[in-house]
């Protein structure tokens, strides 16, 4: 499975974004996709997830209420609408997929990750 990430982009605060996760190669619509983001000189941090086909969703604290998590099975493709965007959202975002029945918000549980795309939300 290889995942692109896109969407990413210089918004200000308040404004909105959707992010791409795009997979190629073998995926089953119950295999479960996040999304990550990492700021400058910070650890990577789990922001949401669900499956391919969008079910299964859950939210880091930060995020809920203002980003949804979706997903589109037919193209493969999860989405990230993110609203009420927020100075400390500037990160860089990464999409990842697990292949494991029991999956969590920790990286390690990811076998799969795209290669980030930059989200920057100015004042």
């Known amino acids: 499975v290889q995942l692109q990430a896109s969407g990413g982009g210089l918004v200000q605060a308040g404004g909105s974004l959707r992010l791409s996760c795009a997979a190629s190669g073998r995926t089953f619509s119950t295999y479960v996709v996040a999304w990550f983001r990492q700021a400058p000189g910070k650890e990577r941090e789990f922001v949401a997830k669900?499956?391919?086909?969008?079910?299964?969703?859950y939210y880091a604290d930060f995020v809920k209420g203002r980003f949804t998590i979706s997903g589109d099975n037919a193209k493969n493709t999860v989405y990230l609408q993110m609203g009420t965007l927020k100075l400390e959202d500037t990160a860089v975002y990464y999409c990842a997929a697990s292949t494991k029945v029991f999956v969590t918000t920790r990286s390690q549980d990811y076998d799969y990750w795209g290669q980030g795309t930059q989200v920057t939300v100015s004042s």
């Open positions: 669900s499956t391919w086909r969008g079910s299964g969703t």
